[in-house]
């Protein structure tokens, strides 16, 4: 499915446009670069991305469909400090280390040729429900690897939630419809992870209604916060509005708790994670929270919600992705409940 050297993705030529071939902005040349040619999916709204990278004859541990942020630039994470190198933190190098893991990554471009206008920015969450629908087709009729996994980074983790959320529609044609599309990706995905989403508490008693609800069947949640995350308010509210969403979905069961010190070297911040586990009564994992103290929104901010520059958050970025890809790697060997 994939170039055996770069793990970039080589479907049918009548499936795939080359994103580059009508562009010659430095940014879509370092998409380029880093991810490969991408796969246009047209949308009643504008035509959206998929990016793969997978290893070519090699079995893969499943597939991870990542959604980006909301941020203007560099949404895909694709401009590091040196040309060719993915930007710390961004959806690039999560990809790109989820293929190197095994995994096959799928990365979602919902602002692809300035769609993020059309669909109205951060606010255009409903639209980007609607792609992660689109590409899960995509997924499931041409055979990627299972299980599936989805990972909203920000602003992404925020359509994540309100696709779970739309479990607990309440009454109406829009609401039925919503719900009968939500059944249908959820049964598809196996887990989903969650990078410091931007969250309402308006979405929480829709959670509880469908966590609560014996004929829905919620996909465990990893959750991962920044205990500094200070977004400002227009985009979303306190880092624990997410908590409380994930002790939603977790019908009020009290988690195990334990303390990880995370590895750092002498220049890099330091940082405790706290983590919370949720089981149900039959033992499985219905979520985990890792919060991360000492850093903000992403994990690389810091508490005033600046952009740390110095790549002394380093270390937390790549425990957060050694955590993504090991709880992945779990469900494929079906031993997730020990995760």
Known sequence: MGDEEDGRSSPDEDEMVA???????????????????????????????????????????????????????????????????????GCAELALALRHAGLTAVLLDSYFDGRRERIGGVAGTDKRVSDVLAALMYLESHEFPKPFHLYGKSNGGWVVLKLL????????????????????????????????????????????AAANDPKVSLPPLLLLVAEEDCMPTQYGEAVDVAVRATEAL???????????????????RPSTCHIRSYMAPDGHSVAMVRSYSGIGHTFVMDGTHKEITDGSCKAIVQNTIDTTASWCRAFGRDIWSEA
Do not use: M
């Open 165 to 208: 959320a739309a479990l607990g529609a309440g009454d109406g044609n829009d609401f039925e419809r919503e719900r009968k599309d939500a059944e249908w990706a959820v049964q598809a995905v196996k887990s989903c992870i969650l990078n410091c989403p931007f969250v309402s508490s308006s979405v929480i008693p829709r959670l509880a």
């Open 250 to 268: 977790a019908c009020g069961a009290e988690p195990a708790t334990e303390t990880e010190c995370v590895e750092v070297e002498a220049d890099q």
């Open 19 to 89: 994103s580059g071939s009508a562009a010659s902005s430095l940014a879509q040349c370092n998409e380029e670069a880093l991810l490969g040619s991408g796969i246009l999916l047209p949308r009643p709204d504008g035509t959206v991305r998929l990016f793969v990278l997978s290893r070519k004859r090699k079995r893969t541990r499943g597939t991870v469909l990542i959604l980006h942020g909301s941020s203007a630039v560099d949404w895909l994470g694709c401009r590091g400090e040196k040309q060719g190198q993915p930007a710390l933190g």
